[in-house]
């Protein structure tokens, strides 16, 4: 057998197995980038004047301050909330789906932490200080994302109902 062709056929074979390789992988890599959308994505929203009551003693974890809960709400429309409760009074609640591309969001795990999008490592600032409740305050992949919604509640320390305003 020729040694020379040998070695020719086997370095040629090395080196096309090598490129569909590293194409393969940086395909791989490169791809969910490349797909990723520009903009923030438009979700479905309550109709006009739509609320939701949720009452409180249904959820032990917002009976004291600080604390954080996820909420799900069936009605008028399906969707996750995040609820904060700063003082016995005072809340911040939240949509708990990315702008992005609507991946559910994270509750800390504890009640200073912010809430984070586990899709592109995202963290949305949920205190009382500035910056603004919802807005984006750890970016590393340079996501381009908004400012998780934020909704307008009354709140009736008698009864304990929190009601808040879909739209």
Request: charged letters at 15%; aromatic letters at 8%; hydrophobic letters at 35%.
């Given at each position: 057998?020729?040694?020379?062709?040998?070695?020719?056929?086997?370095?040629?074979?090395?080196?096309?197995?090598?490129?569909?390789?590293?194409?393969?992988?940086?395909?791989?890599?490169?791809?969910?980038?490349?797909?990723?959308?520009?903009?923030?994505?438009?979700?479905?929203?309550?109709?006009?004047?739509?609320?939701?009551?949720?009452?409180?003693?249904?959820?032990?974890?917002?009976?004291s301050f600080?604390?954080?809960?996820?909420?799900?709400?069936?009605?008028?429309?399906?969707?996750?909330?995040?609820?904060?409760?700063?003082?016995?009074?005072?809340?911040?609640?939240?949509?708990?789906?990315?702008?992005?591309?609507?991946?559910?969001?994270?509750?800390?795990?504890?009640?200073?932490?912010?809430?984070?999008?586990?899709?592109?490592?995202?963290?949305?600032?949920?205190?009382?200080?500035?910056p603004e409740?919802?807005?984006?305050?750890?970016?590393?992949?340079?996501?381009?994302?908004?400012?998780?919604?934020?909704?307008?509640?009354?709140?009736?320390?008698?009864?304990?109902?929190?009601?808040?305003?879909?739209?």
């Open positions: 057998m020729n040694t020379k062709i040998y070695n020719k056929n086997r370095r040629e074979f090395l080196k096309t197995t090598g490129s569909v390789v590293i194409s393969g992988l940086t395909f791989t890599v490169l791809s969910p980038l490349l797909s990723s959308c520009e903009k923030d994505e438009k979700f479905p929203t309550a109709p006009a004047g739509s609320q939701v009551a949720i009452d409180l003693k249904n959820y032990p974890d917002l009976q600080p604390s954080i809960v996820k909420i799900k709400v069936m009605q008028p429309i399906t969707t996750v909330l995040i609820i904060r409760r700063l003082s016995e009074t005072e809340f911040f609640v939240f949509t708990a789906t990315c702008p992005h591309q609507g991946a559910e969001l994270n509750t800390p795990t504890d009640s200073s932490g912010n809430i984070h999008c586990p899709q592109h490592n995202v963290d949305f600032w949920s205190k009382n200080a500035p409740p919802g807005s984006v305050v750890a970016n590393p992949l340079g996501v381009k994302v908004g400012s998780l919604r934020t909704y307008n509640y009354e709140f009736n320390s008698t009864t304990n109902i929190l009601t808040v305003k879909l739209s």
